[in-house]
C-alpha cells in the first residue's frame, strides 16, 4: 500500500527533497525509504534515469510494498546521522549547498 506524504509526515504540504533528503525529510520528519534497489541510485528520477524498466520497477516495488516509507525511532536516527556525518568527514558524502547570490557583498 502506497502511503502519501501526508500520512508518513503528519503534514499535508510535505514533499520529496531529493538534493536535502537527509536534512528535509529524515531529520524533520523521522522517516527514510527503505528497500531501493542498488541498481537504480537514489536520487531524482527526473535527472538520474529515464529508462522505462527502472521506474516501472520502481512503481512496482512502492505498489507491493518492497520499497516503503519507514518510520524511525530516535535511536535508529542518531544510528543514521553518526553514520551520515562520517561519511561527509571522510569525504564519502558532498553535502548540496546552494550557489552564492550573484550579487554577494555590493550594496543594494
Known sequence: MLLSSEEITGEPSAKM????YFRNII???L??????????????LSTV??????????????????IYWKQLSNEEYEALRCERDGKLNRGE??????????DKGTKR
Open 17 to 20: 527533497q531529493w538534493a536535502h
Open 27 to 29: 531529520a524533520r520528519y
Open 31 to 44: 522517516v527514510t525509504i527503505e528497500g531501493w534497489p542498488d541498481r537504480v541510485p537514489f536520487a531524482n
Open 49 to 66: 534515469s529515464s529508462a522505462l524498466p527502472d521506474l516501472e520497477t520502481l512503481l512496482r516495488m512502492w505498489e507491493s510494498g518492497s
Open 93 to 102: 558524502l558532498v553535502e548540496h549547498t546552494r550557489r552564492s547570490r550573484s
